[in-house]
């Protein structure tokens, strides 16, 4: 089921405004607001679920740059992570701990 990235979300968004809004385009098989971890508000972005590639496509391009709760909203279909990129912005490869020696040469 193709998936579509709905981006700069009002933070008043839940995720069954969003399934309402892109069910008038086709039948919708879920909808999801992300949320931060700590304090239970929107991150400002969401995915919705098509059952149809046809009606994610057509989403995708009705409803881009549509206005919801005073926000023009960024619509695109989702691409996954190609493999091998890290996973969070951070993350890098860790190096092997160095052995250090003192300055007279014992570990």
Not at 17 to 24: G, I, P, Y
Request: net charge positive.
């Amino acid at each position: 089921m193709p998936r579509i990235y709905v981006g700069n979300l009002a933070e008043s968004v839940t995720r069954d405004e969003l399934r309402a809004l892109f069910s008038k385009i086709g039948r919708v098989s879920g909808a999801l607001v992300i949320t931060d971890k700590l304090t239970g508000k929107s991150r400002g972005f969401g995915f919705v679920e098509m059952v149809e590639v046809e009606d994610a496509i057509n989403a995708a391009v009705y409803f881009s740059g549509t206005e919801l709760e005073g926000r023009k909203i960024h619509v695109d279909p989702f691409r996954p992570q190609e493999p091998g990129a890290a996973k969070y912005r951070g993350e890098r490869k860790r190096r092997a701990p160095v052995k250090r020696t003192t300055s007279n040469g014992t570990a």
